[in-house]
Nanobody
Framework: VQLQASGGGLVQAGGFLRLSCAAS????????MAWFRQAPGKEREFVAA???????AYADSVKGRFTISRDNAKNTVYLQMNRLKSEDTAVYSC????????????????????WGQGTQVTVSS
């Protein structure tokens, strides 16, 4: 199984980026896909997740600014990030779970079976 994240970069505060995570070697059309991020000196934190059934959840810090979406035909999950803030600066990683988890456990790292390499997002103020 491989998860390949891309789309990171340097952007000014208030700008936007779109991250992509292409999955291979798993049944993408089922299960849960998620984005996490880790800033320097901080623990990894949940950003957003989407079940194949359509259930979606976001961290409070990104609600209204970020949008997660899935394209099952392309085996890809996206994270559209708008109105970026300096505190969004982090390495963003995608994760995949074979199960459709309930939203209450979306944020738990241990629920995910596979992790991709991260992509750096830097927001300058």
């Amino acid at each position: 199984v491989q998860l390949q994240a891309s789309g990171g970069g340097l952007v000014q505060a208030g700008g936007f980026l779109r991250l992509s995570c292409a999955a291979s070697g798993l049944t993408f059309s089922s299960g849960t896909m998620a984005w996490f991020r880790q800033a320097p000196g901080k623990e990894r934190e949940f950003v957003a997740a989407a079940r194949s059934s359509g259930i979606i959840a976001y961290a409070d810090s990104v609600k209204g600014r970020f949008t997660i979406s899935r394209d099952n035909a392309k085996n890809t999950v996206y994270l559209q990030m708008n109105r970026l803030k300096s505190e969004d600066t982090a390495v963003y990683s995608c994760a995949a779970a074979s199960r459709q988890w309930i939203t209450e456990v979306f944020a738990q790292n241990s629920r995910y079976d596979y992790w991709g390499q991260g992509t750096q997002v830097t927001v300058s103020s």
